[in-house]
């Protein structure tokens, strides 16, 4: 069993920096590839990033590709996203999930193999 518990999402201008941060309970985290997605209104969740079991390899959406940035830290069961340049189309509910589902990257990328979602958090881009 995994918890999870997103924090960081604000109302930002075109052009800025935000950090969202995805906070694990439980002691088997480093067991769990991880991954950031969105879902805008009337939109369905979509992928963003996502982490490797050990944060090793990464992968991206190619919306995001060269702008935002996922990490993880093991050892404080923590899964961070820095999001760069951002732009108004970035606005959306920002929900970290875990998965134990084989496949990496490409299961990744699908909401359907994460069993555990945090409650999102709102990121906001004013242009």
């Known amino acids: 069993q995994v918890q999870l518990v997103e924090s960081g999402g604000e109302l930002v201008q075109a052009g800025d920096s935000l950090g969202l941060s995805c906070a694990a309970s439980g002691r088997t985290f480093s067991s769990y590839v991880m991954g950031w997605f969105r879902q805008a209104p009337g939109k369905e969740r979509e992928f963003v990033a996502s982490i490797s079991k050990s944060g090793s390899t990464t992968y991206y959406a190619d919306s995001v590709k060269g702008r935002f940035t996922i990490s993880r830290d093991n050892a404080k069961n923590m899964v961070y996203l820095q999001m760069n340049s951002l732009k108004p189309e970035d606005t959306a509910v920002y929900y970290c999930?875990?998965?134990?589902?084989?496949?990496?990257?490409?299961?990744?990328?699908?909401?359907?193999?994460?069993?555990?979602w945090g409650q999102g958090t709102q990121v906001t881009v004013s242009s």
């Open positions: 999930g875990a998965s134990r589902v084989g496949g990496w990257p490409i299961a990744s990328m699908t909401t359907k193999n994460y069993a555990y």
